[in-house]
């Protein structure tokens, strides 16, 4: 099993800022088969980034993806109110069962 | 606009079973390979099962292999996840969530979840 170690815990940054959010996995995901999503309380979590760096439909440009192997980046450009939420890595390659990291709790 | 909604989570003893429903809308669910995936309190996401678009293929974490069953009603566009011997560890909220490419589960959709809690 690929267990992946989020960090920071917890990143309190301002509106406008970047934040920079790290997934490390412990073996090398296949086909970097990494995905992001972006969970605000009481809702469902939203797909932001796909294969590590393959922005989802609707999502805006100032997030993106990018790493390869057993470290990957997401990356929040000009930070809006609308984004301080948890974000969690998942990894999809062959190596079964798919896992998640346990979450990067970005704060204002 | 696309929706899927989790219900049947209730309070259940150690040993019974349990039968989860996802409703969905807004979308070809028959295009759709289909998952379970759980939190429990304070920790994190775990991938439960999963079943390909037509119902055919099924594939389970290997801690619930054999107490857990997930199928499909195309027709009825609705998952479900018969949960039988369950144990105080399988405590958490369920959510199903979809994914559109086989072989690449990320999940394009994701439900709210609704909540299995095993205790005496």
């Known amino acids: 099993e690929i267990v992946l170690t989020q960090s920071p815990g917890t990143l309190s940054l301002s509106p406008g800022e970047r934040a920079t959010l790290s997934c490390r996995a412990s073996q090398s995901i296949s086909n970097n088969y990494l995905a992001w999503y972006q969970q605000k309380p009481g809702q469902a979590p939203r797909l932001l980034i796909s294969a590590a760096s393959s922005r989802a439909t609707g999502i805006p440009d100032r997030f993106s993806g990018s790493g390869s192997g057993t470290d990957f980046t997401l990356t929040i450009n000009r930070l809006e109110p609308e984004d301080f939420a948890v974000y969690y890595c998942?990894?999809?390659?062959?190596?079964?069962?798919?896992?998640f990291g346990q979450g990067t709790r970005l704060e204002i | 606009q696309v929706q899927l909604v989790a219900s049947g989570g209730a309070v259940v003893q150690p040993g019974g079973s349990l039968r989860l429903s996802c409703a969905v809308s807004g979308f070809t669910f028959s295009r759709y390979g289909m998952h379970w995936v759980r939190q429990a309190p304070g920790k994190g996401l775990q991938w439960v099962a999963a079943?390909?678009?037509?119902?055919?293929?099924?594939y389970y974490l290997d801690s619930v292999k054999g107490r857990f069953t997930i199928s499909r009603d195309n027709s009825k566009n609705t998952l479900y996840l018969q949960m039988n011997s369950l144990r105080a560890e399988d405590t958490a909220v369920y959510s199903c969530?979809?994914?559109?490419?086989?072989?690449?589960?990320?999940?394009?959709?994701w439900g709210q979840g609704t909540l299995v809690t095993v205790s005496s």
């Open positions: 998942q990894q999809y390659g062959s190596s079964r069962p798919i896992t």
């Open positions: 969530a979809s994914n559109l490419i086989v072989g690449a589960w990320y999940f394009d959709y």
């Open positions: 079943i390909s678009h037509d119902g055919t293929l099924t």
